[in-house]
């Protein structure tokens, strides 16, 4: 039993003085404050454990979200790189079309423009000699700085004239024969 010290004489030996009376009681309220701050410790601790687990697993869902968003925008990006390539290919094809169709055009332009100056230099004036290159002095004089060369009428004809001639001297030359052979 605990008697107060007080009840109990210094003779007794049983209270001293700086003795703490309510040892027990306060041991007892000191193990169960520990009991209690162990519990609040071992439940932050989980508190802790699943804070520290839930934001794991949000972080895991958050970076596996930023994948699946960056895996799309790959995908995404591919498709318009592709669509752009598609895009400048058809446009290189339709430009290389336009440079041959164009090409095409000025070969058949510069054709047109070369036959057409062929022909007027065929039809003018210098090529075809329509200017008169006979003399005004003498219809069988030319003017040598306006002659051109003869008309294949005019060789022909010249041609045929010599021959006339060379037959007219043989026909002479035979008949001179005869008569020195006659004389």
């Known amino acids: 039993r605990d008697w107060p010290a007080e009840a109990l004489g210094a003779s007794s030996m049983q209270k001293f003085g700086g003795e703490d009376p309510h040892y027990r009681e306060r041991l007892r309220e000191q193990r169960q404050q520990i009991k209690q701050w162990a519990a609040m410790s071992l439940e932050e601790k ?25 895996r799309q925008l790959e995908i995404q990006q591919k498709q318009a790189k592709a669509l752009v390539a598609a895009a400048d290919a058809e446009y290189n094809r339709a430009l290389a079309l336009s440079k041959r169709e164009a090409a095409r055009q000025s070969r058949i332009q510069e ?51 010599l021959e006339n001639q060379r037959m007219e001297r043989q026909e002479i030359k035979r008949l001179q024969s005869e008569e020195d052979r006659g004389w």
Not at 47 to 53: H, I, T, V
Not at 128 to 155: C, L, N
Request: charged letters at 35%; aromatic letters at 2%.
């Open 46 to 70: 989980q508190k802790r454990r699943q804070m520290q687990k839930d934001e794991e697993q949000r972080h895991v869902a958050r970076m596996s979200e930023i994948s699946e968003r960056t």
């Open 111 to 161: 054709a047109r423009h070369s036959m057409v100056e062929v022909q007027s230099n065929l039809d003018s004036e210098v090529l075809s000699e329509t200017k008169s290159s006979v003399s005004s002095v003498s219809p069988t004089r030319v003017v040598p700085y306006e002659f051109k060369g003869m008309s294949p009428d005019r060789k022909r004809m010249i041609q045929q004239e």
